[in-house]
T-cell receptor, first 112, second 117 residues
């Protein structure tokens, strides 16, 4: 599976837009890019998924350049409740190898 | 709709004892995963069930760990005998299709915090 690299931590003020970039240089043609969010004492929660270009939902946007070697999760106008660890995952569906692989994640702290 | 539920939420046992963790996936989800995070480390995959069959158990650390999913519904993860290094948070997740698939969301439980003393 493609290995991902993210910043270990980020701080941001309330109301700002936050962009978290993930590198996945070895991404394969069939790999999707998925982001999960984890609050303290909870399990990870799906945020968004994409393959290429831009994806937007009610929570976030995901930007993927043409070479797909990186992706950027964008959180608009963050609030204190967005303080969490954000994981970038890359994986494909191969029979017998269908597991999500978590990296270190990015610990995002929102400052009042 | 009920989410993924795990029991117990916390467990403190002595080294050498046995502990059984339980996971109730979302109804209808064929895929069930177990993960673990030990202190200061990343969330690590343990194994993957499709219905009652073990699809991938490459992450199981050793033969002290036994996972079952009889009938393809709930799953149990038994640790016997428990060692100090087994301490951590054990997460269960379920999904309709494979968790890495397109447009497939894996739903995680809140985890079981296991402490071996």
């Amino acid at each position: 599976l493609a290995k991902t690299t993210q910043p270990i931590s980020m701080d941001s003020y309330e109301g700002q837009e936050v962009n978290i970039t993930c590198s996945h240089n070895n991404i394969a043609t069939n790999d999707y890019i998925t982001w999960y969010q984890q609050f303290p004492s909870q399990g990870p929660r799906f945020i968004i998924q994409g393959y290429k270009t831009k994806v937007t939902n009610e929570v976030a946007s995901l930007f993927i350049p043409a070479d797909r070697k990186s992706s950027t999760l964008s959180l608009p106008r963050v609030s204190l409740s967005d303080t969490a660890v954000y994981y970038c995952l890359v994986g494909e569906t191969n029979f017998g190898n269908e597991k999500l692989t978590f990296g270190t994640g990015t610990r995002l702290t929102i400052i009042p | 709709e009920a989410g993924v539920t795990q029991f117990p939420s916390h467990s403190v046992i002595e080294k050498g004892q046995t502990v059984t963790l339980r996971c109730d996936p979302i109804s209808g989800h064929d895929n069930l995963y177990w993960y673990r995070r030990v202190m200061g480390k990343e969330i690590k995959f343990l194994l993957h069930f499709v219905k009652e069959s073990k699809q991938d158990e490459s992450g199981m650390p050793n033969n002290r760990f036994l996972a079952e999913r009889t009938g393809g519904t709930y799953s149990t993860l038994k640790v016997q005998p428990a060692e100090l290094e087994d301490s951590g948070v054990y997460f269960c997740a379920s999904s309709q299709g494979p968790a890495t698939g397109w447009n497939t969301e894996a739903f995680f439980g809140q985890g079981t915090r296991l402490t071996v003393v």
